[in-house]
């Protein structure tokens, strides 16, 4: 089916119970009812600062948790039924996440090769007629690294950005056709963010490979992404296209996210000169928006905002 989205994710829920010293349990609802679609080769940024439940929205969509409700399809199937491993396998394969701390994600004791000849041997993503080296090889230039420098390197012989891209790349060893990058550059220096956003926007147009792009920076999502979905307290309270939204963000909460952008973001972004300044009205954004109960409203075409 042409017009398929790679990714629909539909009324998902997840509730936590916690247990507390005092009062016995706590329950904390960190998805509640989300739903979204995202087409092969598209990226949608999920927005929102700590807490709001961007993470456990991409986890949930890799498959590392169960649910509580809704369902989650990746290419028309649904994962929360994969019947047999070999199904999670695929799931699991096709759905990869790089995280935030590009050092943490890879073996200090093993080279650049290893951690890419590993997936691409054990998916047996060597085609016929092709080899390894010459799939390291490519790999390696798909993430726009020499593969003679790098290779042979190890993880703490690489800058930050160069492991970012040795992260993406083994995503892509694997398989890859959905990346949920957590965070990917908030631990780079502000020079090479921009040129790792450049990365996966050619990865995206050029492989399709879809992202979810998982970010507290709403000033930055539109370089990468087609639209936003703001999170807030488990819940979507704007969704839109992402160039629409950081020009005119139309609900409170993605007013004052807008306007917490530190400074050094106004260089890459000039819009943000224009937001106004929220930041003195944010705990009464966050507790309204935090009390409300509206559902999202569809206030134009594709843009959907929740009455605050
Ligand atoms: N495994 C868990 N057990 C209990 N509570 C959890 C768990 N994972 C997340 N939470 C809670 O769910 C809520 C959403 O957390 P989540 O990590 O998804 O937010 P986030 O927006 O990704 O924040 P951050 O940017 O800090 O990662 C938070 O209140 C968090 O404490």
Redo the contacts with the bound molecule.
Sequence with gaps: MADQPYLEVKGVSKT?T?KTIFSGSKQ?K?LQDISFKLGRGEALALV?E???????CGRAIAGMFDIDEGDILVNGKSITSARNSKEKRENAQKVQMVFQDPFASLNPTHTVRHHLARPLTLHKRVPEGSTLEQELVRTLEDVELEPDVMLDKFPHELSGGQRQRINLARALAVGAELIIADEPTSMLDVSIRRSILNLMNRLKTDRGITFLYIT?DLATAHYLTENTAVMYG?RIVEYGPSDAIVRDPQHPYSQLLLSSVPNAHTRINADFEHARDFSKFADRVRTETAASTAGLKEIAAGRFVRAA
């Design positions: 936590y916690l904390v960190a929102g700590s807490g709001s439940g961007k993470s456990t507290h488990g």
